[in-house]
C-alpha cells in the first residue's frame, strides 16, 4: 500500500468536495468513502454528509460510508446525525434504510457496532450512534439466514 499516493487521492477527493458543482461534490464524497480510515480524510466526509447545497450530496456520502459496513464508516455517519438539521437527517436515514434493509447479519452487526459506540469518549460519535442505533433498529431486513 502507498500511503502518499492514498493521501494524494484524499486531498484531491477533498478538493473535488470543495467544487461548486453537486455533482463533483456528491462523486467526491462516495469515493472518499473508500478512504475513512485515514484521518485526512474525516473533515472532509463530515462535510460533504452535512453539505449545505444539496442533499443528494449527503445521501451519496452517507452511503458510501454506510456500505464499508465498518467501525469507520458508522461513527462518521453517527458523528454527523448527531448534528444533522431535520432535513440532513432524512436523507441520512433514507441511506441507512438502503444500505441496512437487506440483509439481517448486516443490520445485527451495524446494531451491535453502534451499542459499542454509544459509549464512545467523543460525546459527538456517542448521541449520533444512539441516533443512529433508533433508526436501525426499526428496519426489518429482507433477507434472513435460513
Not at 64 to 69: A, D, I, N, P, Q
Not at 99 to 126: H, K, N, W
Request: proline share 3%.
Amino acid at each position: 500500500m502507498d500511503s502518499d499516493l492514498r493521501r494524494a487521492v484524499v486531498v484531491t477527493l477533498g478538493e473535488l468536495g470543495r467544487s461548486n458543482d453537486w455533482r463533483d461534490r456528491a462523486d467526491a464524497g462516495h469515493s472518499l468513502a473508500g478512504f475513512a480510515e485515514m484521518p485526512e480524510a474525516m473533515a472532509p466526509l463530515l462535510g460533504l454528509v452535512l453539505d449545505r447545497g444539496n442533499t443528494f450530496v449527503t445521501r451519496r456520502t452517507s452511503e458510501g460510508l454506510l456500505r464499508r459496513k465498518d467501525r469507520v464508516g458508522l461513527a462518521i455517519v453517527a458523528s454527523a446525525l448527531a448534528v444533522a438539521n431535520d432535513n440532513h437527517a432524512d436523507y441520512i436515514h433514507t441511506a441507512i434504510v438502503d444500505v441496512f434493509s437487506i440483509f439481517s447479519d448486516d443490520l445485527d452487526e451495524a446494531l451491535r457496532l453502534c451499542e459499542e459506540m454509544s459509549g464512545d469518549t467523543d460525546d459527538q460519535v456517542a448521541r449520533g450512534a444512539r441516533r443512529l442505533h433508533e433508526t436501525l433498529a426499526e428496519i426489518d431486513p429482507v433477507l434472513r439466514p435460513s
